[in-house]
């Protein structure tokens, strides 16, 4: 008599089947894992390699003294080349040279900044009003931004131009001395600071513009029944409201302050006598000149500090009373 011999199940394939299973959840929790990582490593390569690996050379490049001739060789200098931007015993370091255009970095932004923040807000306060012919008024405020630098400047040239000049030909019917602007070491920065204001007041009044239409009209109505001025609505509502944008206007601002450079090379070269100029327009006056790389890359590295401690700043400062809804 035949016995049916009990069917077995292949141990192999289930084996194989158990093992598979394992393999394939610790695959699929590796990529999921590492697809972040992936997925950032293209802008990762991009910023290393034109931002992160720029700003290391030049630290490095800063510690050197490069050669005057082709029989020199580069020397190791260490920090010298940063002493000597404020030894006044030094060619870069007088106070025609490195300190003059240091302070009038830090004026140009200490005045442009603020001056294009109110300015841009009030701007936005005047022309959020719906009105006829607000989208003329706003496209009329914002052109001069779509103007590059080079070309603001260029056309503020003409009007600051000695004999044919727009302003000095008004400030001549008007009975009053001409002005030297790019000639006259008094007036050379604050002609480029009018020409920076008013190329980029209209970036700011846009921003502004976009998160004052995101307030809610309940708000002023509330208010205003409440028996709240104009004044009042502004400086509690939209004000308050407003501040997340206001930190990064500061900022953006700030850093294209730092910046500046196409005015300079515009109107006056940074003349007379370093009086107009600026750090980033000094910084390539400096990469000209052979003897002068070790200092270029020296204000290179100091530039970059002072535009860390300056969003650094706005970030401790404003980002702790700024409001994003």
Do not use: C
Request: aromatic content about 14%; cysteine-free.
């Amino acid at each position: 008599m035949i016995q049916d011999k009990p069917i077995r199940k292949n141990s192999n394939v289930n084996g194989g089947r158990e093992k598979t299973r394992p393999l394939s959840g610790r695959l699929q929790k590796a990529l999921k894992l590492l697809l972040p990582y992936l997925l950032i490593l293209p802008t990762f390569a991009f910023v290393g390699t034109f931002t992160f690996w720029p700003t290391i050379n030049a630290a490095i490049l800063s510690t050197f003294s490069p050669p005057l001739t082709a029989k020199d060789k580069t020397v190791f200098v260490g920090l010298q080349n940063y002493r000597d931007l404020f030894d006044q015993n030094t060619i870069i370091g007088r106070e025609d040279r490195f300190p003059r255009v240091m302070e009038n970095t830090l004026l140009f932004v200490a005045v442009t900044v603020p001056v294009r923040v109110i300015l841009g807000f009030l701007l936005a306060v005047l022309l959020n009003i719906s009105i006829r012919g607000t989208v003329l008024y706003r496209s009329a405020v914002f052109y001069p931004v779509l103007l590059p630098g080079i070309g603001a400047a260029a056309l503020w040239a003409y009007m600051f131009a000695d004999n044919f000049g727009l302003i000095n030909y008004l400030l001549h019917f008007a009975k009053l001395p001409s002005i030297g602007w790019t000639r006259d070491a008094l007036w050379a920065l604050p002609a480029i600071m009018i020409v920076v204001i008013w190329n980029s007041s209209g970036y700011t009044m846009i921003f502004y513009l976009a998160g004052m239409q995101q307030i809610s009209n309940e708000l002023y109505e509330a208010a205003q029944l409440d028996g709240a001025s104009a004044f009042q609505r502004m400086r509690y509502i939209t004000i308050p409201l407003v501040s997340g944008t206001t930190l990064f206007i500061l900022i953006t601002t700030g850093i294209g302050a730092f910046l500046s450079a196409e005015p300079q090379f515009v109107l006056g070269r940074g003349g007379p006598n370093n009086h107009s100029n600026m750090i980033l327009y000094f910084i390539i006056q400096r990469f000209i000149v052979p003897g002068n790389f070790g200092y270029a890359n020296a204000l290179t590295i100091l530039l970059l500090g002072m535009l860390l401690v300056f969003t650094a700043f706005n970030f401790i400062v404003i980002e702790r009373r700024a409001h994003y809804e």
